[in-house]
């Protein structure tokens, strides 16, 4: 990331708040913070995405603190989305890390994933209709 100039750190971020799934009130809201997001320490890519994301930011606090807590604790901010997630979701989420981060689709779910499914609390329905709401 040091290789990045702050005016492209800039634009990466304001490209994926703006493109994300965020509705206005949060990008007006967050708006006046984005340049310091963009300048911190523990800024990538990917937490520019998930900052565009309303599945990553619905604890978020709009604030200096709140935004630098969100780029200071990725792992923690994610181990918090993923422990507010259903058991089909959660379930969805095992196969993709299972199945080394890709899927066929359409999703042939083996016997070893049904029972890990199982274990997990989904059901196979589910998981496929989650797989589709989580999307990216």
């Given amino acids: 990331m ?3 100039s702050s005016d492209e750190r800039e634009q990466i971020l304001y490209n994926h708040v ?3 799934g965020q509705p206005a009130s949060f990008r007006k809201a967050i708006k006046s913070l984005l340049p310091a ?3 911190h320490k523990r800024f990538s890519p990917e937490s520019a995405r998930r900052l565009g994301e309303p599945l990553f930011t619905a604890g978020l606090t709009i604030s200096s603190h709140g935004i630098d807590n969100f780029f200071e604790r990725p792992m923690e ?7 507010t997630l259903d058991a089909n979701s959660k379930s969805a989420i095992a196969m993709v890390f299972v199945r080394g981060g890709r899927l066929p689709s359409p999703v ?8 890990a499914i199982n274990l997990l609390g989904g059901v196979e329905s589910g998981v496929r209709e989650a797989l589709v709401a989580l999307g990216g």
């Fill in 108 to 115: 042939d779910v083996t016997n070893i994933e049904k029972a």
């Fill in 77 to 83: 901010l994610l181990t918090e989305i993923i422990q």
């Fill in 2 to 4: 040091e290789d990045l």
């Fill in 18 to 20: 703006r493109l994300g």
């Fill in 37 to 39: 997001a963009a300048a």
